[in-house]
C-alpha cells in the first residue's frame, strides 16, 4: 500500500527558507518520479516541482531560481528547498507519486509566508 507523509512545513518570514521532506512506502521509490505540488487559499492545487528516477528535474516557472527538489533513494525520501520564500509562495505543499493505475498524495504540510 503506497503512503506518502510530508513535513518541515511552518511559518516563515518573507526572503526566508524552508525544507519540506516527504517519505514513501508501498513503492519501488528509486523507479518512480516524485513530484511537489501546492494549493493556495481559494485556488487550485498546482505543480511545483518533479525529480525522475535518474534524477532529472523540472520546476513551475514561479519558482524556477528559489527551489530545489532532490531525492534520497535509500532513505525513500524527496525534498523541496525553498529560499527566498514570498508570501505568494503560501499554500498546502503535497507530494506526489504515480503507482498504476493512479496517482498518489500525501497529507500535505502548511508553509505560511507573512510579509
Known amino acids: 500500500q503506497v503512503h506518502l507523509v510530508e513535513s518541515g512545513g511552518g511559518l516563515v518570514q518573507a526572503g526566508g527558507s524552508l525544507r519540506l521532506s516527504c517519505v514513501a512506502s508501498?513503492?519501488?521509490?528509486?523507479?518512480?518520479?516524485m513530484d511537489w505540488y501546492r494549493q493556495a487559499p481559494g485556488k487550485q492545487r498546482e505543480f511545483v516541482a518533479t525529480?525522475?528516477?535518474?534524477?532529472?528535474?523540472n520546476y513551475a516557472d514561479s519558482v524556477k531560481g528559489r527551489f530545489t527538489i532532490s531525492r534520497d533513494n535509500a532513505k525513500n525520501m524527496v525534498y523541496l528547498q525553498m529560499n527566498s520564500l514570498k508570501p505568494e509562495d503560501t499554500g498546502v505543499y503535497y507530494c506526489?507519486?504515480?503507482?498504476?493505475?493512479?496517482?498518489?498524495w500525501g497529507q500535505g504540510t502548511q508553509v505560511t509566508v507573512s510579509s
Open positions: 508501498g513503492i519501488i521509490f528509486s523507479l518512480n518520479t
Open positions: 525529480i525522475t528516477s535518474g534524477g532529472t528535474t
Open positions: 506526489k507519486t504515480f503507482q498504476w493505475p493512479r496517482a498518489y
